[in-house]
Nanobody, 121 residues
Framework: QEYLVESGGGLVQPGGSLRLSCKSS????????ISWFRQAPGKEREGVSC????????YYLESVKNRFTVSRDNAGSTVFLQMNSLEPEDTAVYYC??????????????WGQGIQDTVSS
């Protein structure tokens, strides 16, 4: 059983939006930095975004800056990745993961099972 669960993926046309959610029934996510990763077919997994336990700072892959926004709900228990102006190159399986530290150290620990996002006309 995965520690984290992603939801909100699907099929969207270029220019459209999706919002991914990351939750856990086994961990209290308000005490973790959370990262989003993605893996496209035939490519290595890459880090997309990260939010620290204190919600600042946040980090973004250069190619998604000004299009994607990472945030938490008020309780800190759900982390969102709002993805706007989606491009076919954003098609991938998206994963959320806790960091081993409570800030974005780049060292993922617990993972979700991943969710498919497809951007296609």
């Amino acid at each position: 059983q995965e520690y984290l669960v992603e939801s909100g993926g699907g099929l969207v046309q270029p220019g459209g939006s999706l919002r991914l959610s990351c939750k856990s029934s086994r961990l209290n996510l308000e005490f973790y930095a959370i990262s989003w990763f993605r893996q496209a077919p035939g490519k290595e997994r890459e880090g997309v975004s990260c939010i620290s336990m204190t919600n600042e700072p946040t980090y973004y892959l250069e190619s998604v800056k000004n299009r994607f926004t990472v945030s938490r709900d008020n309780a800190g228990s759900t982390v969102f990745l709002q993805m706007n102006s989606l491009e076919p190159e954003d098609t991938a399986v998206y994963y959320c993961a806790t960091d081993v530290l409570n800030y974005c150290s780049g060292s993922p620990d617990y993972w979700g099972q991943g969710i498919q996002d497809t951007v296609s006309s």
